[in-house]
Nanobody
Framework: QVQLVESGGGLVQAGGSLRLSCAAS?????MGWFRQAPGEERDVVAAISWTVGTTYYSDSVKGRFTISGDDAKSTVYLQMNSLKPEDTAVYYC???????????????WGQGTQVTVSS
């Protein structure tokens, strides 16, 4: 289990952009972002695997969000463009040793950062 420290987030108008960053305290192989809006479940948004060599995006953000990272630094970024009011949520960084386990039960979570998109 590693500690995850997030930065970024904030308030932006619809159509705008934000960038989230997350750094792990130790080596990890699969990282990404979940989000949770009030009254809704926490869902995966995007993920990256340095062992499998792939990325994942939910249908709702595909084409607008880009996940990238630095394997050596165990750091992941989420560039969010063309933001919509429905993207408003608390965004959580997550990490897991296995690609499958990332989607089922990440071993590490960040503290969460608020993203608010005004219309």
């Amino acid at each position: 289990q590693v500690q995850l420290v997030e930065s970024g987030g904030g308030l932006v108008q619809a159509g705008g952009s934000l960038r989230l960053s997350c750094a792990a305290s130790g080596r990890t192989f699969n990282m990404g972002w979940f989000r949770q809006a009030p009254g809704e479940e926490r869902d995966v948004v995007a993920a990256i695997s340095w062992t499998v060599g792939t990325t994942y995006y939910s249908d709702s953000v595909k084409g607008r969000f880009t996940i990238s990272g630095d394997d050596a630094k165990s750091t992941v970024y989420l560039q969010m463009n063309s933001l919509k009011p429905e993207d408003t949520a608390v965004y959580y960084c997550a990490a897991a040793l296995g690609w499958g386990s990332f989607f089922e039960s990440p071993s590490s979570w960040g503290q969460g950062t608020q993203v608010t998109v005004s219309s």
